[in-house]
């Protein structure tokens, strides 16, 4: 028996992140009541050995980019089994919301897919959501000016051993005001620069792109079942507005019967760690 029709918000981070950005909206919902949980992903934050050249200084980057990565064969299925076995210890307790960024978004639509019957509503914080398998392969047929791309192969690592690991030296920007500058504004220009430099001192250097595989389409007869809602971060300049919303069209496409549940923000991609008490509004607002 569920001991509270209060939902449990259970958090799955983007890429090169972990649970450590979401503890001011974790604090925000404390304050209105609610109970959450934030997951690392296998090979992230705490469930991570990370290269210890990253957080030396000065930083030696030879020895950066010939440490080995704690995302060493770790797959989606692995961060899919991860979080549906939280989520069986939580729903115990009551209902629970499932809810992503960014490339997180790949994770709890192969979650909402493996285990439907677990979750009472999934959401995407701008969040990867696709559902066509022309997505894995094609070119999207939408505008895409993200300002991310260019500036993070300024600070990608070169030579990393481990295939399929993306490693970015995110410290770096520390010692490069024009770097730092275009990082801020790609990623959470509506923080001050004292937020920003926190959001890089959490985050992990390495990312496991291969993620990306057909496991995480979202499927009408897994996700599907469930109550999905998008919202859309309209100063987004990682993942685009333009982008937001054609990922939307494409799932509705699938699902006619059960459509994205839109709202939107007027933040950066991480908004939710520079203006928390916003998104948690919205979230308490949802259930």
């Not at 997180?104 to 192969?110: H, Q, R, V």
């Not at 285990?115 to 070119?139: F, G, I, K, Q």
């Not at 007027?266 to 259930?287: D, K, N």
Request: glycine share 6%; charged share 20%.
């Amino acid at each position: 028996m569920r001991a509270t029709s209060r939902p449990t918000f259970v958090f799955v981070h983007g890429s090169s992140s972990n649970a450590r950005a979401w503890s001011p909206l974790q604090n925000e919902l404390a304050l209105l009541g609610h109970c959450s949980h934030a997951v690392d992903l296998p090979g992230h934050g705490d469930r991570a050995d990370g290269p210890a050249a990253y957080y030396r200084q000065p930083q030696d980057v030879a020895a950066l980019a010939a440490a080995p990565s704690p995302l060493r064969g770790v797959t989606l299925q692995d961060n899919v089994r991860h979080v549906v076995n939280t989520l069986r210890r939580l729903a115990e307790w009551g209902p629970v919301v499932l809810v992503g960024n960014s490339l997180g978004g790949l994770t709890i639509s192969a979650v909402a897919n493996t285990a439907p019957e677990l979750l009472d509503r999934v959401v995407y914080l701008s969040a990867l959501c696709l559902s066509d398998p022309a997505m894995l392969t094609e070119p999207w047929d939408v505008v895409d000016d993200s300002l991310l791309d260019a500036v993070a192969a300024r600070i990608t690592v070169p030579d990393v051993r481990d295939p399929g690991v993306a490693r970015l030296n995110w410290r770096s920007a520390h010692a490069d005001p024009a770097l730092f500058a275009e990082l801020k504004a790609a990623i959470m220009a509506d923080s001050t620069d004292h937020q920003f430099r926190l959001l890089l001192d959490s985050m992990d250097p390495d990312e496991n792109h291969s993620v990306l595989e057909p496991a995480a389409l979202v499927r009408a007869d897994g996700w599907g079942r469930v109550q999905h809602t998008y919202v859309r971060l309209s100063a987004d300049r990682s993942i685009t507005p333009a982008v937001q919303d054609y990922m939307i069209r494409k799932a509705d496409a699938l699902t006619p019967h059960n459509p994205f549940d839109v709202h939107t923000l007027a933040t950066s991609h991480v908004g939710y760690f520079s203006r928390p008490q916003l998104f948690a509004e919205l979230l308490t607002g949802l259930v």
